[in-house]
């Protein structure tokens, strides 16, 4: 279940773990997920002990008991993730896993929440005008977004960091392998690549509608409308 209605630095690549067995054992923290569990009950009062961000998706996904602790005993109602985008070939430029990893995530997530009794949800995390995101791949991930009802409000417009593989493809225009990438530069590309994040806010309809009716879109105009006017919903 995800709650998408909760803004981050963006610029960094990080590496997401495929097969390596240091990166996806367990073990460890499980071993020390239950150290915490048994001091919080020891007292005389319970000690909560809360974990708001920071799990990598990714690696969580491949260990159903790393979830189900997670879920049952550190989650105490939202948990912020960061699946970052939609489209697959923006998401190998930001070094993520694909998005049906993080769909992944969020049924086991879900199955953990039912198991534990529990009703807590996912605040997902997204970033516009990273390099290599074009209109029509934002346009996509608002589709996604809009075809689900979230309106997310974890949300940044990229922003270069000195040092970082994501800011020498903004600076040089290429990928990795020299291959030439699209590059959001102008304040008025930005500008609607972020509204078209947040295509629920009634500062952006004019620019989204525009947006549309150019690319020929304006199927999706009426749900947006819709999704404009009604309260903020919960999804499961």
């Known amino acids: ?10 610029g960094t690549r990080p590496t997401y773990a495929t097969s390596t067995p240091k990166l996806t054992d367990h073990d460890p923290m499980l071993e020390m ?22 799990i990598r998706h990714d690696m969580a996904v491949k260990s159903r008991e790393y979830v189900d602790m997670l879920v049952r005993h550190f989650v105490g109602g939202h948990l ?3 699946p970052e985008h939609y489209c697959s070939n923006v998401l190998d430029l930001m070094g993520k896993p694909s998005f049906e990893v993080f769909e992944q995530f969020e049924q086991r997530f879900a199955e953990a929440s039912r198991r534990a009794g529990k009703e807590v949800y996912l605040v997902p995390y997204f970033i516009s005008s990273h390099p290599g995101c074009s209109n029509a791949d934002a346009l996509k991930l608002t589709e996604y977004l809009v075809s689900r009802s979230w309106r997310v409000r ?13 800011t020498a493809m903004y600076v040089s225009g290429v990928d990795p392998k020299g291959r030439k990438i699209h590059i959001t530069r102008s304040r008025k590309e930005k500008r609607l690549q972020a509204a078209l994040l947040q295509y629920y806010e009634p500062r952006n309809k004019k620019l989204i509608t525009d947006f549309l009716q150019e690319q020929r879109r304006t199927d999706l105009l009426p749900k947006i409308n819709h999704l404009q006017k009604s309260k903020p919903r919960r999804t499961r």
């Open 33 to 54: 997920m239950e150290a915490f569990v048994r001091w919080s009950e020891s007292g005389t009062k319970k000690t909560n002990v809360f974990i708001a961000s920071g």
């Open 80 to 82: 912020k993730v960061a």
């Open 1 to 10: 279940m995800a709650d998408p209605t909760e803004t981050t630095t963006a």
């Open 154 to 166: 974890q949300v940044q417009d990229f922003v270069p960091i000195p040092l970082t593989l994501s």
